[in-house]
Nanobody, 124 residues
Framework: QVQLVESGGGLAQAGGSLRLSCAASGRIFTTYAMGWFRRAPGKEREFVASITRSGDNTHYAESVKGRFTIARGNASNTMYLQMSSLKPEDTAVYYC?????????????????WGQGTQVTVSS
């Protein structure tokens, strides 16, 4: 199985930017489609973005479309989430996830492997 470790969270002001990273180890990275999810206080975990094994196709939640960009570096076994124009409602714990299930889907249950999460806090 694959192990995932997120980094890059922290505090940002509204309108600012942060970049999250997810380092993968274990099984072959290109075996997995990858995704980012987040859980805000008092809310359910929600889908943020996903990227296919090759990196050719991406998908975003409507709430982040145009502001967040997901990418992966298969040579470095790392996935990224560039977050720009941040809003206070983006405050959440962000989780990196991996799946080798098909079809991939955009719900948490389609992703068997998870990182521990990284906190992102956006102040107004």
């Amino acid at each position: 199985q694959v192990q995932l470790v997120e980094s890059g969270g922290g505090l940002a002001q509204a309108g600012g930017s942060l970049r999250l990273s997810c380092a993968a180890s274990g099984r072959i990275f290109t075996t997995y489609a990858m995704g980012w999810f987040r859980r805000a206080p008092g809310k359910e975990r929600e889908f943020v973005a996903s990227i296919t094994r090759s990196g050719d196709n991406t998908h975003y939640a409507e709430s982040v479309k145009g502001r967040f960009t997901i990418a992966r570096g298969n040579a470095s076994n790392t996935m990224y989430l560039q977050m720009s124009s941040l809003k206070p409602e983006d405050t959440a714990v962000y989780y990196c996830a991996a799946t080798n299930l098909l079809p991939v889907g955009y719900t948490a249950r389609r992703y068997p492997y998870w990182g521990q999460g990284t906190q992102v806090t956006v102040s107004s």
